[in-house]
């Protein structure tokens, strides 16, 4: 069973940077992306990055491209990285983690972001 983990959350200032880490756990040799997305209040949830399981394929959507990174340790690729830059307030979201496999999906419960002075 594959369970995932975010942390890494927390208030940050307009223009700060936060880097989020998506702890997993239970994953096998499938292959498999490991990405990042964020619902903010009232609005529909946003893909953001993903990564493959050999960290070999990346992918970033428009709004995020220069400004954030995704990334996975190196050991045992089990933890990826979600690096946010010149972030703003409309930014404020849930971010959560899911790894997607041909058998499935799983998800993690997220962990809040507030961008805010």
């Known amino acids: 069973q594959v369970q995932l983990v975010e942390s890494g959350g927390g208030l940050v200032q307009p223009g700060g940077s936060l880097r989020l880490s998506c702890a997993a756990s239970g994953l096998n040799s499938e292959y498999h992306y490991i990405g990042w997305f964020r619902q903010a209040p009232g609005k529909e949830r946003e893909g953001l990055a993903c990564s493959s399981s050999s960290n070999s394929r990346i992918y970033y959507a428009d709004s995020v491209k220069g400004r954030f990174t995704i990334s996975r340790d190196k050991a045992k690729k089990r933890t990826v990285y979600l690096e946010m830059g010149s972030l703003k307030p409309d930014v404020t979201a849930v971010y959560s983690c899911?790894?997607?496999?041909?058998?499935?999906?799983?998800w993690g419960t997220g962990t809040l972001v507030t961008v805010s002075s």
């Open positions: 899911t790894a997607q496999f041909m058998s499935g999906s799983y």
